[in-house]
Structure formats: C-alpha cells, structure tokens
C-alpha cells in the first residue's frame, strides 16, 4: 500500500475514528471512493463523496446506492451505535449540510443547561431519494421521509413525513405532486 494511503487508512480505526477528505489531498475521486469504502460501515455502489467531505467516525455511517455527497458536508457521527448516520439510496445531501448526532437544546440559561443535563442524542436517517439543501442542519434523532425535500438554510428539528417539503426551522409543507 502506498505511504501517503496507509497513514489515511490505518491499521487500528480507533486511534483515527474519523475521515477526513480533503481537496488538497485527494482530488483523484477514485481514490477517495477506495478509502471510503474501507472506511465507512457500508457504501452502495455509485456513491459519489465530493473531495471537501469531513465524515467523523465514519465506522457508524452507512451510505445507500447513487447518493451524493457536495462540498462542505460535516457528518458527525458518534463513537457508539445508538449514534449512526443512514442515508438511503438516491439521496442527495447539499454543499455545507450539518448531520449532527449530539446536540445541546438551548435553554434561557445556556451554561446552566450545559452542566445539568445531558446533550440530545441520537442516529439520523435519510431515507430513500430525499434532498437535503445546502447550508442546511439535521439534529439528532431525526428521520427524513422519502423523496422528502429540506429547503436550503433549514434547520430539521423532528421527523420530516414521506413527500414533504421542509422549509426554515420547524415548518413543513406538504409538497404536491
């Protein structure tokens, strides 16, 4: 194996539990596609992960067939299972889109909050040909319907039902088709 591949790919995950892909680094797609696969708990084919993707422990995300991943893309998945990301084939996740599977609720007294309760956890599932819009975040313990659209600049703060369209923070509109 080459120097450069077997220090991104290491012998044991636990001392690097994240991918991180940089343009600098490797702007050969194949090559981001091999280390990848290696990398994440299970990638269906044609998957295609755009070379500014940071994918945090990537061991608990699992990526369908034909989804694409754009620029900018931080999914931060937890070191435990109860903390996975799913996304469904045909999918489509935007530039800039925040899966995160912590976060803390805010409350009027933020550091009081932080210190007395724990931070909202949970996996995230993207189903089946859904889009998520650019710039947009999906918090914890949120699963997205298939085919649903999340508007860009949006935050998902609960479930988005199948075929529905998602807009701003916490507003939903049924989409027709």
Do not use: C
């Not at 591949?5 to 090559?31: C, E, W, Y």
């Not at 999914?75 to 299972?81: C, F, K, V, Y």
């Not at 650019?134 to 609960?158: C, D, H, M, Q």
Request: overall charge positive; aromatic content about 8%; glycine content about 10%.
């Amino acid at each position: 194996m080459i120097g450069w591949l077997r220090q991104l790919n290491p012998k044991h995950p636990h001392i690097r539990s994240d991918l991180i892909i940089t343009g600098l680094m490797l702007r050969s797609a194949f090559v981001r596609q091999v280390i990848a696969k290696q990398r994440l708990a299970s990638m269906g084919d044609g998957a295609k992960i755009d070379s500014k993707v940071n994918i945090m422990f990537a061991s608990n995300v699992s990526i369908g067939k034909k989804v694409k991943i754009q620029n900018g893309t931080v999914i931060t998945a937890g070191p435990e299972h109860d903390r996975s990301v799913y996304i469904g084939d045909y999918a489509l996740v935007g530039g800039n889109v925040l899966l995160a599977t912590a976060s803390y609720d805010v409350a009027d007294k933020l550091t009081d909050y932080i210190r007395n309760y724990p931070p909202r956890r949970g996996p995230i599932y993207i189903a089946e040909g859904a889009f998520v819009g650019w710039y947009s975040i999906v918090l914890p313990n949120v699963r997205i319907g298939k085919k649903a659209i999340i508007k860009p600049f949006s935050v998902v703060t609960e479930d988005v039902p199948d075929n529905t369209v998602w807009s701003g923070v916490g507003h939903k509109d049924v989409l027709s088709r």
